[in-house]
């Protein structure tokens, strides 16, 4: 399956769009997306380990299983002041 991956932050910024997208086997879960973006775009890798992520408008951890045609978001860690 295909996912649209959103970008936040950091994660925008390391490959300068809002979206991508990533190939995942049907059966895929979080940890399956964060290993699949270390493959696709390492750019992305050291940003995506730290960051979470939404399925569905719902915050998920790595056993979460991605349903096709799911509206996944990355958000990368927050710092500032």
Do not use: W
């Not at 408008?57 to 799911?70: E, G, S």
């Amino acid at each position: 399956m295909k996912i649209q991956l959103k970008l936040f932050a950091a994660a925008r910024q390391a490959v300068d769009r809002e979206t991508v997208q990533i190939e995942l086997p049907d059966t895929a879960t979080v940890a399956d997306l964060r290993a699949a973006i270390a493959r696709q775009f390492p750019a992305l890798d050291a940003t995506a380990r730290h960051s979470l992520f939404a399925v569905n408008n719902q915050y998920a951890d790595d056993a979460t299983a991605l349903p096709p045609d799911a509206e996944v978001a990355c958000i990368p860690p927050v710092s500032g002041g």
